[in-house]
């Protein structure tokens, strides 16, 4: 599609740079997302279950539902709905 002259090649190379450039905040916000989901998981096994040996399992589960269900909640959801790579 060379020598048209109408200007359709710099609007595709326009284009072109906006879709590697919202891939590329795509492929961020996933390693972002991606590096929150593996601090969750090292602060459940670094320190959360240590804590279960030292503490009632009636008392963890207790207070394990109290933080589920309130702030948990709504950032459960939200992770939730985060893909996944």
């Avoid at 200007?7 to 595709?12: L, N």
């Avoid at 804590?51 to 008392?59: E, K, N, Q, S």
Wanted: glycine residues 14%.
């Amino acid at each position: 599609m060379t020598g048209r002259g109408d200007g359709s090649g710099e609007a595709h190379a326009l284009l072109e740079a906006r879709v590697d450039s919202v891939v590329t905040g795509v492929r961020r916000a996933a390693l972002v997302a991606g590096g929150l989901l593996a601090g969750l998981w090292l602060d459940k096994v670094i320190v959360q279950l240590p804590a279960l040996r030292r503490i009632d399992v009636v008392a963890y589960a207790a207070c394990g539902r109290s933080a589920d269900l309130g702030n948990g909640i709504a950032f459960y959801a939200v992770v939730g709905v985060v893909p996944r790579c």
